[in-house]
């Protein structure tokens, strides 16, 4: 059915970029929007980043705003997350979903990104 997979998280020192992908499949990609988000150790889950299904207008967290820039293309049912100028804080398991996740939500392994010198 519903299958998200994350990749392209690894280990960066600060200041570094990576861009993480979310191949999607088993819902009709283009009709939803795409998020981002993460959970560093510790801490609850928590919205980085949005695009909407019809406009790709965007949407970041305060946190990441002018660093990360989310992106999707639907010719090939993934979503990606850019990130510049990566910081210590910015440690954290990266998953992607979309709509608006619920208790039945299913979500994906996630992708481990680790910022530190």
């Known amino acids: 059915q519903v299958q998200l997979v994350e990749s392209g998280g690894g280990l960066v020192q600060p200041g570094g970029s990576l861009r993480l992908s979310c191949v999607a499949s088993g819902f009709t990609f283009s009709n939803y929007g795409m998020r981002w988000y993460r959970q560093a150790s510790g801490k609850e889950r928590e919205l980085v980043a949005g695009?909407?299904?019809?406009?790709?207008?965007?949407t970041y967290a305060d946190s990441v705003k002018g660093r990360f820039t989310i992106s999707r293309d639907n010719a090939k049912n993934t979503v990606y997350l850019q990130m510049n100028n990566l910081k210590p804080e910015d440690t954290a398991v990266y998953y992607c979903?979309?709509?608006?996740?619920?208790?039945?939500?299913?979500w994906g392994q996630g992708t481990q990104v680790t910022v530190s010198s």
């Open positions: 979903n979309y709509g608006m996740p619920g208790p039945d939500t299913s």
């Open positions: 695009i909407t299904a019809n406009t790709g207008r965007t």
